[in-house]
């Protein structure tokens, strides 16, 4: 079994990938009723985006409440480019036998535009090409630890990742420009279950995850992060895929 998270698409394309490869099942965590049993399962994994060099709060929360297994364990850790010590944080909350960090394309688009097309279709054929390994690799039940932490990652996973958890996440900015056409596919695929339609226009609660999915998949472009996403690309993977 393996669970994801994912916001644009990278982590459940990984989760999916990996499972079709080792004949396995993904599931989204953030769909689930209850804590999985996992009696009978011979591997287990968890596969999630990287939010500033640490486990997104979903993950972490998920993870310390599912059941200590004699199953092969793993983890993947999406990334931009560095993890820090995001699996080795998993790994206290759920002890891992082995862990990945996996670079794919960026999707973090409050802090910079969209990555080009000719890169982001370079990334996913590498990121394809090392699944292939790691399918190996979990079915040899092979302990390893291949994850880029990346200069200072005790400082980026600790002081960094804490303010931006604190102070970051703040759904105040998030707002629907005059594109908006009321069709709610933000509210239906939030995975905090944090946006509702009113009047016909998103409004956003409180809890957030930051994994940006309403912004990047809003099919008129019309969601918007204070000024810093006007005029910035939009990505999912579902882009890509086809």
Not at 78 to 93: I, V
Not at 127 to 133: E, G, I, L, P
Request: glycine share 10%; aromatic share 10%.
């Amino acid at each position: 079994m393996i669970f994801y998270f994912s916001g644009t698409g990278n982590s459940r394309w990984v989760a999916q990938t990996l499972a079709s490869r080792m004949g396995d099942k993904a599931c989204d965590l953030t769909r689930l009723d209850a804590v999985p049993d996992l009696k009978g399962e011979s591997r287990v994994g968890i596969v999630f985006p990287v939010y500033a060099w640490g486990l997104p709060e979903v993950v972490a929360d998920f993870a310390a409440k599912l059941p200590q297994t004699g199953a092969f364990t793993f983890g993947v850790g999406t990334c931009g480019s560095e993890a820090g010590l995001a699996l080795k944080h998993l790994s206290q909350l759920f002890p891992l036998d082995s862990s990945y960090s996996l670079v794919m394309p960026s999707n973090y688009i409050l802090a910079e535009d969209v990555e080009g097309d000719s890169e982001i279709r370079r990334k996913l054929a590498d990121a394809s090409w090392r699944m292939d390994r790691m399918a190996d690799e979990i079915q040899a039940r092979k302990k390893v630890y291949q994850v880029k932490e990346g200069a200072m990652a005790g400082l980026k996973s600790s002081l960094i990742n804490t303010g931006f958890n604190r102070f970051a996440r703040s759904t105040k900015p998030f707002h629907a420009d005059d594109r908006c056409n009321g069709c709610g596919q933000c509210a239906r695929n939030c995975p905090a279950g944090t946006i509702t339609i009113t009047d016909g226009r998103p409004v956003w609660g409180k809890e957030c995850y930051q994994c940006l999915r309403c912004l990047n998949e809003c099919p008129q472009q019309a969601i918007q992060y204070g000024s810093k996403t006007a005029g910035r690309g939009r990505y999912t993977i579902e882009t890509y895929l086809h």
